[in-house]
C-alpha cells in the first residue's frame, strides 16, 4: 500500500485518524471502506486494495481506534461501538467519497460495520461481514452469560479470552512474550484455537510457556514481520480497550441507545464464512445474519479466521461480483 495515500482525520470527537485514501478511476463504481479487526491495521486489507483500485473503486482504509497511527485512548468507553461508527462517518464526509458506500469489516471491523448499518444505513448501498458476522445490539446478555451460552453452543468456551485481554496487567504480560503472541494470533488452527486461545486461561498459559506456532503458509516471512512490528510499535494497551468495553458495561449501555426498530438491517449484506474458524464459528454469524439481514447472501471459504488472506483470489472474486449487483 503506498505510504504517500495516507492522511490524518480528525473527527467530530477530536480523535485523530490515519486513513489510506485512494480515489476511484471509475466514478460510476461505489467507494470501498475497509475496517479490520484484531490484533491488526490498515496492511490487513493489502491484497483487498490492490485487487479493488485496479478495478477504478475509491478505497479507504482507516487504521482502527488503537491502532497503527491512529490515536490510542485507553479509557474503554471511547470505544463504544456506535462512536466507532460515527468516526467512520467523520472519515468518509472528510475525504468526500460521494453517494455509494459499501462498508467490508473483518473480526472487530464487522462490530463497527454492524453499527454503521444500524444507525447510518442511509450513507451506504450495501455492507459486508467477514469472518464474524452481523452483531445484534446486546441489551441484556453480561460476559459471563455470553460465556456460558456459546459454550453451550460449542461444546467449549469460545470467548474466555475476552476475561485475559480484559484484565489489567495484560498488555504487559503480551509485550513480553511478543513472539509467542503473534505466533497464535496470526496462525491460528482449529486445534490451537480450541486449547491454547479460547478458553478462559489458556492463552495467558501458553503466552507464560513461550510457546510459539510455526509460520502459517498464507502469509511470507515479510508480511508476518513487517505486521508484527507495526503492532509491536503501536502498542496492544489501546487495542485491548474493545475487549474490555464488550465485559463491561459500555457495550450494553450503548446498545440501549439503538431504537429496536434499527436492528433490521435491510441494505444488501455480503457474508463471508471461515469454516475453519473455530472461534468465529459461521454458524453463529450465519444466523445473525439470516434473522436479521433479509437481504443476505453468505458464502462460506474453506480458510480459518484469516480468509483475507488465505482465501483472498476466491474472495475478492466473489466480493467483486456481489459488489457489480449493487450497481
Known amino acids: 500500500m ?7 482525520v480528525t473527527t467530530s470527537r477530536g480523535l485523530a485518524y490515519s486513513v489510506y485514501y485512494c480515489k476511484g478511476s471509475d466514478p460510476a463504481k461505489p467507494t470501498l471502506v475497509f475496517l479490520h479487526g484484531f490484533p491488526s491495521s490498515s496492511y490487513d486489507w493489502r491484497h483487498q486494495v490492490a485487487y479493488f483500485q485496479l478495478r477504478g473503486h475509491g478505497i479507504v482504509v482507516p487504521d482502527m481506534l488503537g491502532y497503527g497511527q491512529t490515536d490510542k485512548p485507553t479509557d474503554a468507553a471511547q ?34 460495520t454492524s453499527r454503521l448499518a444500524s444507525l447510518y444505513a442511509d450513507r451506504f448501498v450495501a455492507v459486508a461481514f467477514l469472518a464474524v458476522g452481523y452483531g445484534v445490539p446486546n441489551t441484556t446478555a453480561t460476559y459471563p452469560q455470553i460465556l456460558a451460552h456459546t459454550a453451550t453452543l460449542a461444546g467449549y468456551e469460545l470467548f474466555g479470552y475476552w476475561d485475559f485481554f480484559s484484565a489489567q496487567g495484560a498488555d504487559k504480560i503480551i509485550a513480553e512474550h511478543y513472539n509467542s503472541f503473534w505466533s497464535i494470533a496470526m496462525g ?14 489458556a492463552l495467558k498459559a501458553w503466552l507464560l510457556e513461550d510457546a510459539v506456532l510455526p509460520l502459517p503458509s498464507y502469509l511470507t516471512e515479510e508480511e508476518y514481520s513487517k505486521q508484527k512490528e507495526n503492532f509491536v510499535k503501536s502498542g496492544i494497551a489501546a487495542p485491548l480497550c474493545w475487549y474490555k468495553a464488550l465485559t463491561s458495561s459500555v457495550d450494553m449501555e450503548d446498545s440501549k441507545m439503538i431504537p429496536q426498530d434499527k436492528y433490521v438491517v435491510n441494505l444488501p449484506v455480503f457474508f463471508g464464512a471461515a469454516k ?52
Open 276 to 327: 475453519n474458524d473455530a472461534i468465529a464459528l459461521p454458524v453463529l454469524g450465519k444466523g445473525s445474519v439470516q434473522k436479521f439481514c433479509p437481504n443476505n447472501t453468505i458464502v462460506e471459504y474453506d480458510a480459518g479466521h484469516w480468509l483475507i488472506w488465505e482465501a483472498k483470489d476466491k474472495l475478492n472474486d466473489d466480493l467483486a461480483n456481489w459488489i457489480d449487483l449493487q450497481n
Open 2 to 8: 503506498d505510504s504517500s495515500l495516507y492522511r490524518t
Open 188 to 201: 491460528l488452527d482449529p486445534e490451537s484455537a480450541k486449547t491454547h486461545f479460547a478458553p478462559t486461561g
Open 79 to 112: 470505544y463504544a461501538a456506535s462512536l466507532l461508527a460515527k468516526d467512520i462517518v467523520d472519515v468518509l464526509d472528510a475525504v468526500q467519497v460521494g453517494e455509494r458506500v459499501i462498508a467490508i469489516g473483518h473480526d472487530w471491523g464487522s462490530r463497527v
